[in-house]
């Protein structure tokens, strides 16, 4: 029956792979005979493209259905596209000892010096999120390995007219405070480090304002009269965790008038209920597993407590963890977002930075790293500087960061350990501080030496130092 | 279209405008057009005092023209509706020019779910939303939307709904987000509460068929596999029709690899068949799905 209405077909390209590998296959076994006459011919550079195309041979699955629909031939499309740097390097960058781009540090590192820069009047559109575009560059510099002390004065002074009177950040001067804007000022400051920077947010209105996201079914809206959704939950507590704000509801917070006491009542309840059917985190109950939410869903109960005990408590782990890898695309080796969906560098990071979390939680490792970072090295670099969504696409401060901070994931063991930071993090959410990088990844590797990114808080996405830093002046600090 | 200013219109003449208070050297700034900045220096001073009227109105109208991604005009424009008692029906009206300009942003969302909410009925936004996802058949806000619509209106059980959700399925049996909506209208209306025997054997048959005609396809099977644990059905209740697609004995003929991993779940709970799961688990990890190796290897040691 299956048979007669699904012959796989495959299409001429997967074709072309097919018998692209024979002849991988036919020279390797000729190597011996023929080994001198093909150094003659000259190039390392074939033979890394024959490596690599054995490579996607071995990671593409053989099953293809028939019939066709608009998602078939987008993914056809895609694969199109993105396969000719998975073989070769249309780009001319330096490869590494294995073959693959090497990542271009200098051009990214340009790429977010500019991005941090002045932008043009038809970027108007990005008024409300010049917080996020300090933040991905600031956090992609850190990444690259980059001292960002010198711009710590501008950093503090460009954040002060966007936090509001009443508490929280805004994308900018006399704009509402936003919970994505917060998390974004927040971070940005918190790299930046130093009294001034700390002492330029206002805990008390901060916490004022948080009070009035919370919501009566445990969840947090964004703005006042704004979207409930996941992100909401994630930024607050990332925020509350850095800044060490107490977990009690401020008097004020409507929430109050409802019997709720904490920002924690029935939080982790509410965040159990993004978990849909297919296993994923979905922006709030009833949408669709997606990997951005996930994260944020992860990282909440993360912030909330071991995520040992958080996230075996409150997520379905084996189902979550199904669909969490499913989102790798083969043979591409990125992660695409949803089920059925293309492959999007950002989700490096979004769907990436989610198995230390989960990892954490089931004790062993299941990711194919390998694959992730050959997609960012070879498919998600721009030739000009900048990381991308993928090939095709321009580099822009969001999918630099993103690529970057997942493959920091990749490279680095991200591992929960309580004993880590015994000096903080003991009172209220303080599970966060418990993570340290116990060493590289032992794994196959496929980055060279100079291709390594810095260590990335798991939870946080800024430097490990910069985090505790701020949790330990404020744990010292007495009242706001 | 000239630029629109206020600073020479005697309508205007009462505000003082508040400039944008960047410091010296901001990083991330935008050199905005005199337009722009004097527009949001006008509703910095109108915030300010709180004016909820027609010209303000008027103002964020202009503002999102130019950035309609800017969430507060989104935010304190609904405030001015609600305060001047706006004819909300003129707002949808308005807002359907402008959202098929702007499909993937937040605010327009978010702004009309709280016009619709307030208006209390959802007449027209169906054919709405079929309009909108004609041009992006896997936009997240747009289904977010109508999630939220059957919700509020709640069309769990409405059949329109239904028939056009399986429209959208008919139409790319991979639109995830149309089996998740579907998944939604079945069962998310439901809770705890157990649901029909009629309708489970449908949304089965359902998923079978679907994924009779593309056996390769996750989202069926992530719908089907659904279906069977939110009914609490034994996972064998799919074995016969995993068999249609994989067989361990037969490891030349899979057509899905779905299928082996349903029958490795389905094997993994005996006790007596767990070299057959770790086999389904091996032609996973070795042959229709190595870029997961690692994932199926950790199924494996599972089952040690």
Redesign the interface.
Known sequence: MAGQTSVPAPSSRLQEIVSDSNRIEELSDTDNEYADEYEDVGTVVDQHEAANMAYINSMISPIRDSLETETSITQDETLAVVLPFLEGNPNDFLLNTFGLPKLQREKHAAFLHQALGDYPAQMAAMDAARPWLVYWSLQGLTALGYDISDMRDRIVETFLPSQHPDGGYGGGHGQLPHLAATYAAVLSLVMAGGTTAYESVNRKSMWHYLGRMKQVDGGFTMAPGGEEDIRGAFCALVVMSLLNIPLDLPPDAPARAHGMTTFLDKLGEWVSRCQTFEGGISAAPGNEAHGAYAFCGLGCLSIMGPPTETLNKYFDMPLLLHWLSSRQCSPEGGYNGRTNKLVDGCYSHWVGSCWPLVEAAVGKEVSNRSALARYILSAAQHKKGGLIDKPGKRADAYHTCYNLAGLSAAQHKNVYDEATAPDIGKSELGAPFGWKVDGLFEGERVWGDEDFVEEVHPIFVIPYQAAEDCRRYFEAKEGF | MAPTFYHDDPKWSNIKP?P??????????????DE?SEA?SY??AV??KNEYSHRVLGLTDHIIS???????IW??R??VLSELHADLREEIAWLNVTALKHLKN?QIW?HR??VIDKLGSPEGEADFIATMLQQD??N?HV??YR?FLV?RFGLFDDEGELKWTEGMIE???????AW?HR??LV??GKGEQTADKAIVERELNYAKAAI????????SW??LR??V??NKLPTSTLKDFAL??ADIEKPD?????YALDTLADIYTEYQSKREEAKKALDLLAT?????????WN?RK?LLE
């Open positions: 508040i944008q208070n960047d410091t010296a050297r901001p990083l991330a700034a935008i050199a905005y057009t722009y949001m509703l910095r915030m300010a130019m950035n309609p991604a800017h969430y507060t935010l304190y609904f405030k937040y978010h779910q709280t058949t896997k997240y289904w977010s999630q919700q139409e790319d049996v991979r639109n995830n987000s998740n998944y939604f069962f998310g009779k005609k593309a056996p390769q396809n996750q989202s992530n719908y659904g279906v644990r939110r249609e697609f003929d899979v057509t899905s690899s042959r229709y799905d190595p870029v997961r190796a690692h994932y950790y040691r």
